[in-house]
Nanobody, 124 residues
Framework: QVQLVESGGGLVQTGGSLRLSCAAS????????MGWFRQAPGKEREFAAA????????FYADSVKGRFTISRDNAKNTVYLQMNSLKPEDTATYIC?????????????????WGQGTQVTVSS
């Protein structure tokens, strides 16, 4: 079992930055690929970014590529999402997810564990 707790969301102006954190329980965190998804009201949950374990390959949705950076600190059981140049369309609940796999996927169906989410609101 893996429990995930997100933090770091908030209200920011267009062009601003936020850093989200996802703290994971469990001693095998390093063996899980991790992902960040986001969901706006009335919309489907969508993939934002993911990172593999081991060599830490990273993957991004086209909508966030070049602005968001995912990273992980296995010693702290934590995965981060640095979000720069934020836009109003980035407004959503950001949710951390984990999968027992080497390479993460981009579909929510591929993930085993989910956090509760943290709200990010970008004002224009």
């Amino acid at each position: 079992q893996v429990q995930l707790v997100e933090s770091g969301g908030g209200l920011v102006q267009t062009g601003g930055s936020l850093r989200l954190s996802c703290a994971a329980s469990g001693r095998t965190f390093s063996r899980y690929a991790m992902g960040w998804f986001r969901q706006a009201p009335g919309k489907e949950r969508e993939f934002a970014a993911a990172i593999s374990w081991g060599i830490r390959s990273t993957f991004y949705a086209d909508s966030v590529k070049g602005r968001f950076t995912i990273s992980r600190d296995n010693a702290k059981n934590t995965v981060y999402l640095q979000m720069n140049s934020l836009k109003p369309e980035d407004t959503a609940t950001y949710i951390c997810a984990a999968v027992s796999a080497i390479v993460p996927g981009t579909s929510p169906d591929e993930y085993d564990y989910w956090g509760q989410g943290t709200q990010v609101t970008v004002s224009s």
